[in-house]
């Protein structure tokens, strides 16, 4: 058996473009779907794929950890940057589809079957304005407290925002104050049963960081999450050591080795790996290996499309470590036009049972994804209010 080709396939989904990765085998009928979106560097993935696919074209598409490694290490550059490794896990996720359906069996099937019955869902309620807050007298924070409601109504039992604002490096009161009534609004709307995250987007320095985990502390949030820079893990230990609720950071990290530094400093009781940027489910299985000897949670990045969810989900059914998995499921209208999937959700408590197809269980409509082309995706500016730039 070998790969006789690798395409992409770009699909532009309002956000982002997504980049789906189809592996061509010479088995009639036989390929496997990846996903390697990576917003604003559409172009550079798939470059980057075209580069890669050099190297794996005519070999065997069993062999992953030896084509892994060749991804990563048979060029002077390894594959640690953000365009490589979401390049390298866009086409290690197609060669584990592959292998299901060598098999016929659903990938959690291959690494030694399922840990639990049904993955949980969360939703991301989207971010709001600090200047609509004072400018309001707190619509903001009431409109965060409307989303809350309007997510529980669609039976999730656990949602995300962004309530956290935009800040210089050191700020007074103000933005402490609009992130406090926020996820009070949030909190009475929906009560003590259902889990809320907050995502800091690393927009904050470790000191104001610090000073929000403190301040949004007594509402009980399920995890806060990239309260500063990732690159500052020392900062990010901290704030874990200073407060009792579950820092989460990894989003951004590509590959074990910065995992183990994130680990090694007990930087946080809950790791999000982005299956497409992590070096595929490969990385990430290794990735969780780690977690599960540290006993840190994961809780998968997934705002990509469809393939992401599926893999994030397969890898969810296999890991014993993995407590929630996020959930896209109002991005675009025709979400579901473009992809069927073997997974089964149930609206109440949104909770996804086990996927019985062979591989991810998906397959995308590539008729469908031809009617929404490339689209140069909106450029995210944000400046302080002295002009400075800074953190989207």
């Known amino acids: 058996m070998k790969i006789t080709a690798i395409e992409t396939q770009v699909c532009h989904a309002r956000m982002r473009?997504?980049?789906f990765v189809k592996v061509l085998t010479d088995q009639s009928g036989l390929w496997g779907w990846g996903e390697a979106t990576l917003e604003w560097h559409t172009r550079s993935v798939v470059g980057a794929i075209e580069d890669i696919s050099q190297l794996l074209v005519g070999e065997d598409p069993r062999r992953i950890e030896h084509l892994w490694q060749m991804m990563y290490r048979q060029h002077f550059w390894h594959g640690n940057g953000i365009v490589r490794g979401t390049a390298m896990s866009g086409i290690d996720i197609a060669l584990w589809d592959i292998l299901g359906k060598v098999h016929g069996v659903p990938c959690h099937q291959l690494w030694g079957g399922r840990v639990r019955d049904f993955v949980r869902l969360y939703c991301h309620l989207g971010g709001g304005k600090m200047e609509d807050f004072y400018e309001t007298k707190?619509?903001?924070?009431?409109?965060?407290?409307e989303l809350a409601h309007c997510a529980v109504a669609e039976g999730f039992t656990a949602f995300k925002s962004m309530a956290v604002p935009e800040t210089a490096p050191i700020e007074g009161l103000q933005p402490l104050r609009y992130?406090?009534?926020c996820i009070k609004a949030m909190r009475e709307a929906v009560g003590d049963s259902v889990d809320i995250m907050v995502d800091c987007h690393a927009r904050p320095s470790p000191r104001m960081g610090l000073q929000f985990a403190k301040a949004l502390e007594p509402y009980g949030l399920y995890f806060l999450e990239e309260p500063c820079w990732p690159e500052t893990m020392e900062d990010i230990a901290l704030?874990?050591?200073s407060v009792k609720t579950p820092i989460a950071t990894g989003e951004r990290l590509v590959g074990i080795h910065a995992f183990r530094e994130l680990f090694e400093k007990r930087a946080a009781s809950v790791i999000q790996p982005d299956i497409t940027h992590c070096g595929g489910l490969?990385?990430?299985?290794r990735?969780?290996?780690m977690a599960e000897a540290y006993r840190v949670a994961l809780a998968p990045h997934n705002p990509q499309g469809p393939v992401s969810t599926a893999a994030s989900l397969e890898l969810g059914f296999a890991t014993p470590s993995y407590v929630i998995c996020e959930s896209v499921h109002n991005d675009v209208p025709w979400r579901q036009d473009v992809v069927t999937e073997g997974f089964v959700v149930e609206k109440k408590g949104r909770i996804v049972f086990p996927n019985q197809r062979p591989g991810l269980g998906i397959e995308i409509n590539e008729g469908e994804v031809k009617k929404h082309p490339f689209q140069q995706e909106t450029l995210q500016r944000s400046f302080h209010k002295d002009g400075s730039?800074?953190?989207w």
């Open 287 to 289: 990735i969780a290996g």
């Open 239 to 241: 704030i874990q050591r």
């Open 138 to 145: 707190c619509e903001d924070a009431k409109r965060f407290g």
């Open 179 to 181: 992130a406090e009534a």
């Open 389 to 391: 730039v800074g953190d």
């Open 17 to 19: 473009n997504w980049i």
């Open 282 to 285: 490969t990385e990430a299985r």
